[in-house]
T-cell receptor, first 114, second 110 residues
Framework: NAGVTQTPKFQVLKTGQSMTLQCAQD?????MYWYRQDPGMGLRLIYY???????DKGEVPNGYNVSRLNKREFSLRLESAAPSQTSVYFC?????????????FGEGSRLTVL | AQSVTQPDIHITVSEGASLELRCNYS??????LFWYVQSPGQGLQLLLK??????LVQGIKGFEAEFKRSQSSFNLRKPSVHWSDAAEYFC????????FGAGTRLTVKP
């Protein structure tokens, strides 16, 4: 069982460069999420998608865009990376919208912006 | 303001000792409550959850948590810690969306 798969696992960018983090789930879940994890701050929600075709801002959406390509895939794009976006990014999915139940997480993508 | 707090950033216990990790929330209503564990280099895995009913909840890997409404707490416990329990533990709450505490890192001494 693959579960939630994120690519790439590691990425180094220069300030101003753009990149897209890819996420795919094979559990037929309706809802998908992007979180960032920073030391001492836990996980903070960037964007979520309650269902295919919908996306909504979370707690820290500035500097990011998302695309729910289909039911399986939810990508996160940084148009012009900044050092403040250095973080570990986690994609997650859940059966129910807005995660009243269990979230299933990918293994994370570590991004460094120089 | 709505928040979830894990007061302990880092805890060290000896293998075989008991463990309690604290979690407090500040919400107007009782949210859904969760504990997740994150092993190094991995994503988060659900340990247990509380929605309603019995306030003592059993989870995987021998963990349990007790919901105390009067204290707005949902503390995680384990009677005897194993070296493989070394990880970071996150409390999470859901009222309108899922919010995570800052995490508690557990070190287990041999």
């Amino acid at each position: 069982n693959a579960g939630v798969t994120q690519t790439p696992k590691f990425q180094v960018l220069k300030t101003g460069q753009s990149m897209t983090l890819q996420c795919a789930q094979d559990m037929n879940h309706n809802s998908m999420y992007w979180y960032r994890q920073d030391p001492g701050m836990g996980l903070r929600l960037i964007y979520y998608s309650a269902s295919e075709g919908t996306t909504d801002k979370g707690e820290v959406p500035n500097g990011y865009n998302v695309s729910r390509l289909n039911k399986r895939e939810f990508s996160l794009r940084l148009e012009s990376a900044a050092p403040s976006q250095t973080s570990v990014y986690f994609c997650a999915s859940s059966r129910e919208p807005r995660a009243p139940g269990e979230l299933f997480f990918g293994e994370g993508s570590r991004l460094t912006v120089l | 303001a709505q928040s979830v707090t894990q007061p302990d950033i880092h805890i060290t216990v000896s293998e075989g000792a008991s463990l309690e990790l604290r979690c407090n929330y500040s919400y107007g209503a009782t949210p859904y409550l969760f504990w997740y564990v994150q092993s190094p280099g991995q994503g988060l895995q659900l340990l247990l959850k509380y929605f309603s009913g019995d306030t003592l909840v059993q989870g995987i890997k021998g963990f349990e948590a007790e919901f105390k409404r009067s204290q707005s707490s949902f503390n995680l416990r384990k009677p005897s810690v194993h070296w493989s329990d070394a990880a970071e533990y996150f409390c999470a709450v859901v009222l309108n969306d899922m919010r995570f505490g800052a995490g508690t890192r557990l070190t287990v001494k041999p």
